[in-house]
């Protein structure tokens, strides 16, 4: 065996230690529940003011490292969770097969916090004009292209500016499963886009003659208001709380908190939070049915 000085031992000690340490910390950097990196979280534009609040609360209170975010909407939160990149998803639509086809190892668990509904909302002129509600095959003649001008809906001589949920939204998805029975059968169509609840308000505010599909808690009936749906009994059914637990209103859809596998560490401390008294009180205070309401 070779006769090395101690010095060269030590070295070659120290350099396998700091190996072992750094391929550790690789194998550490996917966001587990117990790796001590911040709670990750993403998804739906709609489920997210009620977590947001909850991670400023559970922040201060806490001490927990929580990072919130809403890239891709439902299908954003459905995907990194299934990536692995989060703990939590937020999805205001429910797991499909091909999502669990798409990510085989992820084992997707909804938590259900509240529930909301989707409107077809207009802007100030629309409503004003007139129209305050729309039947099934009117809303599918503007998605179609049949219709294209409010008249032909006894409001005022002016050309229907549609804006378009971004696909993979579970906003848009609502609204496609009641228009088409499956959002698979819904055409394609070129309208411009929209992706979150507040571009979506923005947009139809500022546009005269505007329409789009968005969360009926931001629908405020100051600057975008909801339309009443229009029923094959000749009901007129507009997104109230009681329309939504009743399900008379066509569109309502639950909100869910996923996780992969039953949850842990900080992400159990969120989904008990937004579970219990306090944070179902945020559900109610950024416009949704709470659990509780649903059982009136």
Excluded at 234 to 245: L, R
């Amino acid at each position: 065996m070779p006769n090395f000085p101690l010095s060269v031992f030590r070295i070659c000690t120290l350099t396998a230690i700091l190996l072992s340490s750094s391929c550790s910390d690789n194998s550490n950097r996917r966001p587990g529940p117990d790796s001590g990196l911040p709670l990750k979280i993403n998804g739906s534009t709609t489920v997210n003011p009620p977590v947001a609040e909850a991670a400023e609360i559970l922040r201060s209170r806490e001490g927990l490292q929580i990072q919130v975010d809403t890239q891709g909407g439902s299908s954003g939160g459905i995907s990194t969770l299934g990536e692995g990149l989060v703990q939590l998803g937020m999805a205001s639509r429910a797991i499909r097969a091909e999502d669990r086809a798409k990510f085989p190892d992820c084992d997707f668990r909804e938590i259900r916090i509240g529930e909301d509904a989707v409107a077809l909302i207009v802007s100030r002129d629309v409503w004003e004009s007139g129209v305050t509600s729309i039947s099934k095959s009117e809303m599918k003649g503007i998605y179609e292209g049949s219709i294209t001008n409010w008249n032909q809906l006894g409001g005022e001589d002016r050309k229907i500016a549609f804006f378009n949920k971004e696909p993979g939204r579970g906003t848009w998805e609502v609204f496609a499963n009641w228009a088409y029975g499956d959002h698979h059968k819904s055409p394609q169509v070129s309208f411009p886009e929209v992706g979150g609840n507040e571009e979506t308000r923005n947009k139809v505010s500022t546009t005269r003659g505007a329409i789009s599909q968005l969360s009926s808690s931001w629908a405020d009936n100051e600057s975008v208001f909801a339309l009443g749906i229009e029923t094959e009994t000749d009901e007129t059914v507009f997104p109230t709380g009681a329309n939504i637990v009743s399900r008379a209103y066509p569109m309502s859809r639950p909100l869910h908190l996923l996780t992969n596998g039953d949850p842990v560490g900080s992400a159990k401390v969120m989904i008990d939070f937004i579970l219990g008294e306090e944070g179902q009180q945020l559900v109610r205070k950024h416009g949704y049915l709470a659990l509780a309401d649903l059982e009136e």
